[in-house]
């Protein structure tokens, strides 16, 4: 009965590849963001989705693409990965844009 | 650029005590801010959101309250217990339009309650 998912919850790579992230959520929400933490413990939204619409993009390089298939999930997926990729990334969903946010575990990225 | 300031950013306690973690922003145009905490390699949990229209809200033994004249929030925990120790988060979400939808962070308090 998790209500955010995030799969995997390791993944480590070679510079260069291209990998996705898998997010979830079953509490009916209709917002979900993509955050990401730094190796210094540092959170910044990268992106928000509301009703399949992209919402936001905190200058996150084009690398980055979040990918909605429905409203319970928002997939991230990152082209041509780079040393600097590697940290941890979180899901997160609202009822609405302005309500309490509900994280996923975090999905932790390791490129070599 | 709203910036987010917390304050400390360790703080060491022995159990039973009474204690304050504190929150400063610089953009007084928020529309809600929610402290979340974060344990070691896990996600955030949500603790408490309150309104711009709101001073406090409370939870449990959590107590946080909101002053944005002063661009400050503060969130009290009484009666700290060690199951309380983590990595505390002050967020804002901004209030003007543009879609502006994502949580502005503070960088954390870790605090270590001492049995």
């Known amino acids: ?112 | 650029k709203q910036e987010v300031t917390q304050i400390p950013a360790a703080l060491s306690v022995p159990e039973g005590e009474n204690l304050v973690l504190n929150c400063s922003f610089t953009d007084s145009a928020i529309y809600n801010l929610q402290w979340f905490r974060q344990d070691p390699g896990k996600g955030l949990t949500s603790l408490l959101l309150i309104q711009s229209s709101q001073r406090e809200q409370t939870s449990g033994r959590l107590n946080a309250s909101l002053d944005k004249s002063s661009g400050r929030s503060t969130l009290y925990i009484a009666a700290s217990q060690p199951g309380d120790s983590a990595t505390y988060l002050c967020a804002l979400k901004r209030g003007s339009g543009g879609g502006a939808d994502g949580l502005t962070f503070g960088k954390g308090t870790h605090l270590i309650i001492q049995p």
């Open chain 1, 1 to 112: 009965d998790t209500a955010v998912s995030q799969t995997p919850k390791y993944l480590v790579t070679q510079m260069g590849n291209d990998k996705s992230i898998k997010c979830e959520q079953n509490l009916g929400h209709d917002t979900m963001y993509w955050y990401k933490q730094d190796s210094k413990k540092f959170l910044k939204i990268m992106f928000s989705y509301n009703n399949k619409e992209l919402i936001i993009n905190e200058t996150v390089p084009n690398r980055f693409s979040p990918k909605s298939p429905d409203k319970a999930h928002l997939n991230l997926h990152i082209n041509s990965l780079e040393l600097g990729d590697s940290a941890v990334y979180f899901c997160a969903s609202s009822r609405g844009r302005q309500e309490t946010q509900y994280f996923g575990p975090g999905t932790r990225l390791l490129v070599l």
